[in-house]
Each structure stands twice: as structure tokens, then as C-alpha cells.
């Protein structure tokens, strides 16, 4: 069974940076897509930034210029860059990993660090 570790979250103060990372937690034949969410108290989830297979990104538009996903295929590890953290983005982020086993896709949720932004 796979898993995805997730670490990085934490307190900042305002305009300080983050960068959270996400890994399974066992070897895997390959992963496609990878996204980061998250989900503010009292709001729905939203995408963050996403990564495709070939390295495409976008990102939602609250983030567009302070955040930035990457990712280590050796390491088999996405990372989400954050600078200029505001205290809109204040949440509890989640990795997405669409993983392929070789018989099949799934898409696989971390368990989401908490990043807080407080002065």
C-alpha cells in the first residue's frame, strides 16, 4: 500500500517563504500528474499548483508569481516553493500523486501539513 509523506509545514510570518515536499512512501513504477491543494478553515479545497507528466504547471491565480512546484524524478519527490507568504494562505495543504503501478492509475492524497501565517 502506498503512501504519500508529506513534510515542510509549519509557522511563518508574513512574507517569509516555505517549501513543503511530497514522496510515496515505497517504490513505484512511475508517477504522472502531481498536484498541490488546500483547504482553509471554513472554505473548499482549492488547487494550488499542478505538474503533468511532461512538466507542464499552472497554478491558481492567488499564488501565480510566489508559488512554484517542482519535482526530482530520482527522488520520486514533488516540492511547492512558497514565498511571500501571505496570511490568506494560511491552510492545510495537500499532495496529489497520480501513480502508476504498471497494471493501472490511482491518485493518492498526502495527509496534508498545516502551514500558518502569522505575525
Known amino acids: 500500500q502506498v503512501h504519500l509523506v508529506e513534510s515542510g509545514g509549519g509557522l511563518v510570518q508574513p512574507g517569509g517563504s516555505l517549501r513543503l515536499s511530497c514522496a510515496p512512501s515505497g517504490s513505484v513504477f512511475g508517477i504522472l500528474n502531481m498536484a498541490w491543494h488546500r483547504q482553509a478553515p471554513g472554505k473548499p479545497r482549492e488547487l494550488v499548483a499542478s505538474m503533468s507528466g511532461g512538466g507542464r504547471t499552472s497554478y491558481g491565480d492567488s499564488v501565480k508569481g510566489r508559488f512554484a512546484i517542482s519535482r526530482d524524478r530520482a527522488k520520486n519527490t514533488v516540492y511547492l516553493q512558497m514565498n511571500d507568504l501571505k496570511f490568506e494562505d494560511t491552510a492545510i495543504y495537500y499532495c496529489?500523486?497520480?501513480?502508476?503501478?504498471?497494471?493501472?492509475?490511482?491518485?493518492?492524497w498526502g495527509q496534508g501539513p498545516e502551514v500558518t501565517v502569522s505575525s
Open positions: 496529489m500523486m497520480t501513480i502508476d503501478h504498471n497494471v493501472g492509475y490511482k491518485n493518492y
